[in-house]
């Protein structure tokens, strides 16, 4: 951590004590806490669960960032009756810090209604097909408003009255989404657009990194978990000027963007839970996978209720990012030689961003706010988010690897939706950031390297939802090939099979640092 030192915000201070303060500070007494899918609480309130979280400088439309969130994973197509609603007493966010501090300067914030058209009569979501949003056989529909609040805490409504597209029943009663997904996208006053509704998950892996790393010997791979599923998506496309600080994508290209939900804690009764009292932030998401594989679980439920700002506050939290779990495990059971540590490598790639500004081993100038032109160095606190440089232009051949990959538009420079983000991190966290070489024992990474769907060309480009049963020999009709997919075209070519030559280091970022001086 020695790169840190000095912040305003140390980061190392007393551990247990601050662990067991967020414990009782943000789990509400009476509620059904949520987290991501790896957190203990998380099964007693899915509906609020953030699954993914993807920024990334859109492909059709440069001068514009598309945000997308989603939540409610693991949805079976026919998971009727009640489907997959979001939750009319929460607050579902997407929040931007574009000056470093770990505080939104700006909140998108998206709360629900329900239209149930059902009363008495009938269990069915629907009585018959549905063509379009305002179709009369919809028994039962959302709607949304849209706000976005700024730094000091003033609230502005974009949307007030925005339509959801409802969840995939199936082919008898959704014979076609694509209308809904179409008439469901709303236009933002002042330029932009919005999508809220059912997707295809578009997070691709195989989850048996749990059972001891692919089976302890690389045995068990290649099986994409999440085929079949959907999610809850939140999709959000503005000008890159109404994100960046200052209003100025030039000079102030990097953001960090997270998304949270609060809830009411809720007090329950027989046949009724009744929401009541302050919003409390239960569920957190920026970078992919930090509460499955860096937490610990004592440290899974605290996480998803801290803010950024009071990361560097949580020893024990950093601890696990400097000395980090899973190269100890490829060690004992792979024999890999772990890293030495502490690793501030990761550090930059998950609470700095990477930059020289920092003094971390990366000797790149990528997405940390600190390269923003306006930021003040004082004030900047190192704190987990995705970060994103909207200057670097979209890659007409993105590779899956992101920057790992030579592609420097990709993974952890935002992420986008085929970025490989377990192959990227498994390889990360096996040391390949900080020695610049490909660890070839994992070059093979999960097997699992594109989505089972193709994405889609345009906003929101997640894939439309399925709508047939998981374990349904038809699921995979619409099966993608087996590459990186964008939009309706591959992504380019795989380097040397699964990963190929590494970049990170000593090959793409410096030659964009040194693009960037030659610019100067």
Same mark, same amino acid.
């Given at each position: 951590m020695?790169?840190?030192r000095g912040? $305003?915000?140390?980061?190392?201070?007393a551990?247990?004590?601050?662990?067991?303060?967020?414990?009782?500070?943000?789990i509400?007494?009476?509620?059904?806490?949520?987290?991501h899918?790896?957190?203990?609480?998380?099964?007693?309130?899915p509906?609020?669960d953030?699954?993914?979280?993807?920024?990334?400088v859109?492909?059709?439309?440069?001068?514009?960032?598309?945000?997308?969130a989603?939540?409610?994973?693991?949805?079976?197509p026919?998971?009727?009756p009640?489907?997959?609603?979001w939750?009319?007493?929460?607050n579902?966010?997407?929040?931007?810090?574009?000056?470093?501090?770990a505080k939104?300067?700006?909140?998108?914030?998206?709360?629900?209604e329900n239209?149930? $058209?059902?009363g008495?009569?009938?269990?069915?979501?629907?009585?018959?097909?549905v063509?379009?949003?305002?179709?009369?056989?919809?028994?039962? $529909?959302?709607?949304?408003?849209?706000?976005?609040?700024d730094?000091?805490?003033?609230?502005?409504?974009?949307?007030?009255?925005?339509?959801?597209?409802?969840?995939?029943?199936?082919?008898? *009663?959704?014979?076609?989404?694509?209308?809904?997904?179409?008439q469901?996208i709303?236009?933002i006053?002042?330029?932009?657009q919005?999508?809220?509704?059912?997707?295809e998950?578009s997070?691709?892996?195989d989850?048996?990194?749990f059972d001891?790393?692919?089976?302890?010997?690389?045995?068990?791979?290649?099986?994409?978990t999440?085929r079949?599923?959907?999610?809850n998506?939140?999709?959000i496309?503005?000008p890159k000027?109404?994100?960046?600080?200052k209003?100025?994508?030039?000079r102030?290209?990097?953001?960090?963007?997270?998304?949270?939900?609060?809830?009411?804690?809720?007090?329950?009764?027989?046949g009724?839970?009744?929401?009541?009292?302050?919003f409390?932030?239960?569920?957190r998401?920026?970078?992919?996978?930090v509460?499955?594989?860096?937490?610990?679980?004592?440290?899974k439920?605290?996480?998803?209720g801290?803010t950024p700002d009071?990361?560097g506050?949580?020893?024990?939290?950093?601890?696990?990012?400097?000395?980090?779990?899973?190269?100890?495990l490829?060690?004992?059971? !792979?024999?890999?030689k772990?890293?030495a540590?502490?690793r501030n490598?990761l550090?930059?790639?998950f609470?700095?961003?990477?930059?020289?500004?920092?003094g971390?081993?990366?000797?790149?100038?990528?997405n940390?706010?600190?390269?923003?032109?306006d930021?003040?160095?004082?004030?900047?606190?190192? *704190?987990?988010?995705?970060?994103?440089?909207?200057s670097?232009?979209?890659?007409?051949?993105?590779?899956?690897?992101g920057?790992i990959?030579g592609?420097?538009?990709?993974?952890?420079?935002?992420?986008?939706?085929?970025?490989?983000?377990?192959?990227?991190?498994?390889?990360?966290?096996a040391?390949?950031?900080?020695?610049?070489?490909?660890?070839?024992?994992l070059?093979?990474?999960?097997?699992?390297?594109?989505?089972?769907?193709?994405?889609?060309?345009?906003?929101? !480009?997640?894939?439309l939802p399925?709508?047939?049963?998981?374990?349904?020999?038809?699921?995979?009709?619409?099966?993608?090939?087996?590459?990186?997919?964008?939009?309706d075209?591959?992504?380019?070519?795989?380097i040397?099979g699964?990963?190929?030559?590494l970049?990170?280091?000593?090959?793409?970022?410096?030659?964009?640092?040194?693009r960037?001086q030659r610019?100067?």
């Amino acid at each position: 951590m020695n790169a840190l030192r000095g912040r $305003r915000k140390p980061l190392a201070m007393a551990g247990a004590l601050l662990i067991g303060s967020a414990l009782a500070g943000f789990i509400p007494g009476s509620a059904s806490a949520s987290s991501h899918r790896e957190a203990p609480l998380i099964a007693a309130d899915p509906t609020v669960d953030n699954t993914d979280v993807y920024a990334f400088v859109s492909p059709d439309s440069p001068d514009t960032v598309t945000l997308v969130a989603n939540w409610f994973g693991l949805q079976e197509p026919n998971g009727g009756p009640n489907f997959y609603p979001w939750a009319t007493d929460a607050n579902y966010d997407i929040n931007i810090d574009n000056d470093g501090d770990a505080k939104p300067d700006l909140t998108y914030r998206w709360t629900f209604e329900n239209d149930d $058209r059902r009363g008495k009569s009938t269990f069915l979501y629907n009585n018959g097909p549905v063509t379009s949003l305002d179709d009369e056989n919809l028994l039962f $529909r959302q709607t949304y408003k849209l706000e976005v609040i700024d730094d000091k805490g003033k609230d502005k409504t974009l949307i007030r009255k925005g339509k959801v597209a409802p969840s995939n029943v199936g082919p008898a *009663s959704i014979p076609d989404y694509r209308p809904l997904r179409d008439q469901a996208i709303a236009k933002i006053p002042g330029g932009g657009q919005t999508y809220v509704g059912a997707a295809e998950d578009s997070f691709f892996l195989d989850l048996r990194v749990f059972d001891l790393l692919y089976g302890g010997n690389l045995s068990e791979v290649g099986q994409d978990t999440l085929r079949g599923y959907n999610v809850n998506t939140i999709a959000i496309q503005v000008p890159k000027s109404a994100l960046t600080l200052k209003g100025d994508p030039k000079r102030n290209p990097v953001i960090g963007v997270w998304s949270d939900t609060e809830r009411k804690t809720l007090r329950l009764s027989p046949g009724q839970a009744k929401p009541e009292g302050p919003f409390v932030q239960v569920s957190r998401l920026g970078n992919p996978l930090v509460n499955e594989v860096v937490s610990s679980v004592a440290l899974k439920d605290a996480f998803n209720g801290l803010t950024p700002d009071k990361d560097g506050t949580v020893k024990p939290l950093l601890d696990r990012v400097t000395n980090p779990e899973v190269p100890k495990l490829l060690e004992a059971i !792979y024999k890999l030689k772990a890293p030495a540590t502490p690793r501030n490598d990761l550090v930059e790639i998950f609470l700095t961003g990477i930059t020289t500004k920092a003094g971390g081993p990366i000797k790149a100038d990528l997405n940390s706010q600190l390269n923003n032109a306006d930021v003040n160095p004082k004030k900047f606190v190192p *704190s987990e988010m995705l970060r994103l440089n909207t200057s670097i232009q979209p890659n007409d051949k993105p590779n899956r690897l992101g920057v790992i990959g030579g592609d420097l538009q990709g993974f952890p420079n935002g992420r986008r939706l085929a970025d490989d983000v377990v192959d990227i991190e498994l390889q990360a966290l096996a040391g390949a950031a900080q020695t610049g070489q490909i660890v070839p024992e994992l070059a093979a990474g999960d097997k699992v390297d594109a989505n089972d769907k193709w994405f889609e060309a345009k906003f929101p !480009y997640v894939a439309l939802p399925h709508n047939t049963a998981v374990n349904s020999n038809t699921v995979m009709a619409d099966v993608a090939p087996s590459a990186n997919i964008v939009g309706d075209m591959p992504a380019g070519p795989m380097i040397g099979g699964a990963f190929g030559a590494l970049a990170l280091a000593g090959g793409g970022l410096w030659m964009w640092r040194k693009r960037r001086q030659r610019q100067a």
